[in-house]
């Protein structure tokens, strides 16, 4: 019973520190702030999935084809 009121209480907490911090500051530098942070982490995540090195094919299950004009044919 008393962890339900603890948690109804700190609800009204959080939202009431949040409250007081957007009576503060404007809400449009917050928010252009945070899609900037957004986009940079979206940017390193991007990175960091073409970075990963491709995963291991067996060469004897693919079939390579004389018309098949693919770059890593070429770079052999």
């Given at each position: 019973m008393i962890d339900r009121y603890l948690l109804i209480l700190l609800t009204v907490l959080l939202f009431g520190t949040a409250g007081a911090?957007?009576?503060?500051?404007?809400?449009?530098?917050?928010?252009?702030?945070?899609?900037?942070?957004?986009?940079?982490?979206?940017?390193?995540?991007?990175?960091?999935?073409?970075?990963?090195p491709p995963a291991i094919v067996d060469e004897e299950d693919t079939e390579s084809r004389a018309d098949d004009w693919t770059l890593s044919e070429h770079a052999r």
């Open positions: 911090f957007f009576l503060l500051v404007p809400i449009l530098p917050t928010l252009v702030v945070s899609v900037m942070l957004v986009g940079l982490l979206a940017m390193f995540w991007l990175g960091l999935h073409i970075a990963r």
